[in-house]
């Protein structure tokens, strides 16, 4: 016996254990991130390259190792009024890590072992992600054109945009890697701050679906999301109203009834044929649409994010194998047209959707549906994984 100890303990010797290096990767969003699907893909990538730390508002997300949760009162930009004095006298250094969320964040991260990558969601976590980082890559994902993210306030305008605008000149020729969500945004970087973003769109993975049938000359418009009246839900309604007796409309909203969301359902109660429900989680959104004809979408186009837009939706409506009714943008129009998804709509107005809809033949909306199902592959994800996928594996 004692032979055989010894012999163990010279071959444990000569053949050490291999020490299993574990890749540590922050992830920071100031979202709710369990609900924001883009980021929920993001980190479904992260994970098959190391443990994920997502740090975010709300319960832990599927895919992290751990979260850590930042009130959803801290916001993550200045509140108080000293902040807001130094936005508005452009003393942007001295803003940066200030506001609640980041001095949340900087806590809640004070007591983890260093990452080995950090990912910063948007412009605003660009700060903390580069202060944590300790030298560690940080990957800048930008969901969108920063400066114009909520061109509606004049607060914003005046305010946060230029702060936006400070946080890419000053972070994004620093950072190890960017991406954003098309090819047009992703030049506008590039011309503004001297980066070239990879392209991750905001698609989802191909779905196993067929479209389902067109009963005879009905057409069953859908949408999804939130109930803001940013997004124009009520032009769906009375379009709908002004229709003939073969449109349904079905809308599947976020929101309260004490707000917008109540609005609309009493926008509806005198038009037998819109119904609302509740909202499906992204997982089920597909198979859910499915049971459609038509996604219908009519942002106004009140900004650059929304003329260059190429929404969740779109993707959404592209992999329930609907046709797609979407107001004129840039990209999503150029796909629609190069797919034949969908009639061209000149604007978002109620008239021009009556006029669209009108005009279709239950053999047009046949071949939307035909025309989705074939492009549902090159719509997918699969192409934004293996940029992902390139993008850390070069980081890594």
Known sequence: MALRVAAVAQHAARHPAPVIVVTRILCISFSPISTDAR?????????????????????????????LEVDRAAASLPQTTGGVLRLALRAHRSVELTAPGERAG???????????????????????A??????????????????EENTASAAWRLLVAPYMDALCRRYLPRVAAVTTVNQSIAELYRERYGVMPGVVRNAIAEQPLTPSPVEGDQVRLVHSGIAVPERNIEALIDAT???????????????DE????????????????????????PAELPATLNAYDLGVYLLPIASLNHQLMLPNKFFDFVQARLGVLISPATETSALIAQHDLGPRL?????AGLVS????????????????????????????DQKVMRETLAGLL
């Open 39 to 67: 980021v929920l893909r993001q980190i479904a990538v992260l994970a098959e390259f190391g443990e994920v730390t997502t740090l975010g508002y709300g319960p832990t997300p599927p895919g992290a190792t751990a979260h």
């Open 106 to 128: 900087r806590a809640l991260l004070a007591d983890q072992a260093p990452f080995d990558l950090v990912v910063a969601n948007d412009a605003r976590a660009l700060p903390l």
């Open 130 to 147: 580069v202060d944590v980082a300790n030298g560690a890559p940080v990957w800048a994902d930008l969901h969108e054109w920063a400066r």
């Open 241 to 255: 109203a002004a229709l003939d007796e073969r449109f349904t409309l079905d809308l599947y909203l976020m929101g």
């Open 258 to 281: 004490s707000g917008h969301l109540g609005q609309l359902r009493r926008r509806a109660e005198g038009v037998p044929r819109v119904s609302i429900h509740p909202p499906v989680p």
């Open 346 to 350: 000149t604007d978002h107005s109620v």
């Open 356 to 383: 669209a809809l009108s005009a279709l033949s239950p053999d047009d909306v046949r071949r939307y549906k035909r025309n989705a199902h074939a492009a549902a592959g090159a719509l997918s994800s699969a192409a």
